[in-house]
């Protein structure tokens, strides 16, 4: 399977090491058709865009665009963090081709209550509020794909799943953080939910690369046409 479109990718705005150019032009080189620019939203405390400065990364984007139009789509996206137990999240005002939504350890809760269910959410078991959390997120708001489930927190993947699959959102499979397990992919498949395959890419040289998330694909057994992102080579 080769990858055809890279949605979910980080550059100096948040913790990348690479600009919104240099990403674009790594995912020339690796023959990608398209590549998201989707750095952390503003409630991140030690990554998200500065709210003063989001202005100038939406420019960055849009200069991008016009840059290399023609020549490869260029999304505008950001990451936002899940704030709230009744799905709030950090979304600022702005034009967002791809919105992509996701739980993060550093990102500041909109109440105690939500840090704690956060927090506690191995130890008590709290992955049906943290699931509900989620799904609320998800019919709130116009969410394009969410991010690394599981990650840091647990979840009902066949639950969220189908909440992605009710809403149009997609399943992320990432290839940075490992928590998604081929069991959990595995119940998650078992919805009609779409997939969606991310490199996660905080440096220019790992946009469009996913091999640990093809990997789990594989294992999984999830077949080429539930992924919105891959074409067999």
Known sequence: ???IADYHTHTVHSHGTGRVEDNVEAALQRGLQTVGIADHGIAHFTYGVKRRKFGDYLSCIENAKRQYDGRIDV?????LNLIGLDGSVDL????????VLGYHKAAVCKNLKTAWTFATGQLLHNDGKITEAYMRAIQRHHITIVAHPG???????????QACADYGTLFEINNKHGDLTTEDLQQAALTNVKFVISSDA??????GLAPNAIQLVTRAGIAPSRIVNMTED
């Open 151 to 161: 990650y840091g927190v647990p979840v009902d993947y066949q639950k969220l799943a």
């Open 75 to 79: 999304k505008t996206g950001i990451e």
């Open 202 to 207: 905080h440096s220019p040289c790992h946009v």
């Open 92 to 99: 600022p005002q702005g034009r967002f081709d791809v919105v």
């Open 1 to 3: 399977m080769k990858l």
